[in-house]
């Protein structure tokens, strides 16, 4: 079994509140994972993040916490009181309900309702646990839109949008539902972005692939490799390109007020996906 990749920092030395906190607690959790120390300090300021790492490497628990921890601080508005604050998109309904899962148990002490909305099964029971209300709605794209069309929810109060595995999305053609979705909530500045990438191991060489300012990009190894240490830290960025497949680094929006979104996406037409049009 591969080792448990952690590092030095703490989550009770991070700006959490103190529900999370007592989440984490309770399941077990004192020290972040390497996309954990990297995604979490920016995005619990604000700031957009975009990021790539394996599966088991606690990326969901990154952006979950972000997520929940901007929803805690900021007050709920009455005018849309029952609709979903946060949106987090996934590629398939096994990962959405992993998502669900591991928000529960984060979040347990939040206070904050949890919804899911994937497709092939459960189709009436979703649609009316959306409509009774959530804090964050967590599915896949395609049943998502199918019951914002229906009107079940709208997306006037997104505070946050997460897009997980956001290059297989693009894979399995979830481009122009991404894009439906993110023209119908409010200006990019004035929700929190986050996108993760899936890593891959012996991919392909970057040759091809375009380089593009950014600010914030956090991207971890593969679970099971050690570190523990500040400079490997700094190795993990610096090695982000060496170990991913062809990729181009876009912003999800052209708002300069956007400081350091960058989507990753795996082709020339992918790169207007998220531009306003």
């Known amino acids: ?74 007050p709920v508005d009455e005018a849309h009181a029952g609709q979903p604050r946060a949106l987090i998109l996934a ?26 909305a994937y497709g092939g099964t459960g189709y009436h029971e979703q649609r009316e646990a959306i409509a009774a209300g959530c804090d964050i709605l967590i599915g896949t794209p395609g049943r998502v839109i199918d019951y914002y069309k229906q009107g079940v929810f709208h997306l006037n109060a997104i505070e946050v949008i997460v897009l997980d595995e956001a290059d297989r999305m693009f894979d399995l053609g979830f481009i122009r539902d991404i894009r439906y979705l993110l023209r119908r909530m409010p200006e990019p500045a004035e929700r929190l972005n986050i996108a993760f990438r899936l890593g891959r191991s012996g991919s392909a060489s970057n040759s091809g692939a375009r380089k593009a300012r950014y600010s914030t990009s956090a991207t971890s190894p593969a679970s099971g490799q050690k570190r523990t240490s500040s400079s490997g830290i700094r190795a993990a960025k610096e090695s982000r390109h060496a170990s991913a497949p062809p990729i181009v680094l876009s912003r999800l929006t052209m708002s300069s007020a956007i400081r350091c979104f960058l989507l990753l996406v795996n082709s020339k037409d992918d790169r207007v996906l998220l531009q306003p049009g």
Request: hydrophobic share 40%; proline share 5%.
């Open 91 to 116: 590629p398939t309904r096994e990962l959405a309900i992993q998502i669900h899962r591991d928000a529960e148990v984060l979040g347990s002490h939040s206070g904050l309702r949890m919804v899911l």
């Open 1 to 74: 079994m591969a080792e448990t990749v952690l590092t030095e920092t703490r989550f009770d030395t991070l700006d959490l509140p103190g529900e999370l906190l007592r989440g984490l607690e309770e399941a077990g959790f004192t020290h972040c994972t390497p996309i954990q120390e990297l995604a979490l300090p920016p995005s619990l300021r604000g700031e957009d993040v975009a990021g790539q790492a394996q599966t088991g490497t606690g990326k969901s628990a990154a952006f979950l916490l972000a997520t929940m921890a901007r929803l805690l601080r900021r």
